[in-house]
């Protein structure tokens, strides 16, 4: 099992920045890749950011240049980095980790960027 926990959500202004947090814990060892998807009122689930245990990275070409995902392997945590937000970013962001045969979920967390 692998258990994340997400947090760093809030409110912020078109333009803004926001830093979103992922703490892994449990069978860290077993995960292949780690990202971030995000969740809109009436959308679909859609992936946001990812990154390999090698550290290769991919975007979602809406993001591409504005968000950075990065990793603390020492403490086992992945980073969203997010910058000029625009208000179609506002959704709950969701951690994810993938061990090649599960797909582990966070709780989520609000991002709301206003106009």
């Known amino acids: 099992q692998v258990q994340l926990v997400e947090s760093g959500g809030g409110l912020v202004q078109a333009g803004g920045s926001l830093r979103l947090s992922c703490a892994a814990s449990?069978?860290?060892?077993?995960?292949?890749?780690m990202g971030w998807y995000r969740q809109a009122p009436g959308k679909q689930r859609e992936l946001v950011a990812t990154i390999t245990r090698a550290g290769s990275t991919n975007y979602a070409d809406s993001v591409k240049g504005r968000f950075t995902i990065s990793r603390d392997s020492a403490k086992n945590t992945v980073y969203l980095q997010m910058n000029s937000l625009k208000p179609e970013d506002t959704a709950v962001y969701y951690c994810?980790?993938?061990?090649?045969?599960?797909?582990?979920w966070g709780q989520g967390t609000q991002v709301t960027v206003s106009s």
């Open positions: 994810n980790a993938d061990n090649f045969s599960y797909m582990y």
């Open positions: 449990g069978r860290i060892f077993s995960i292949n890749a």
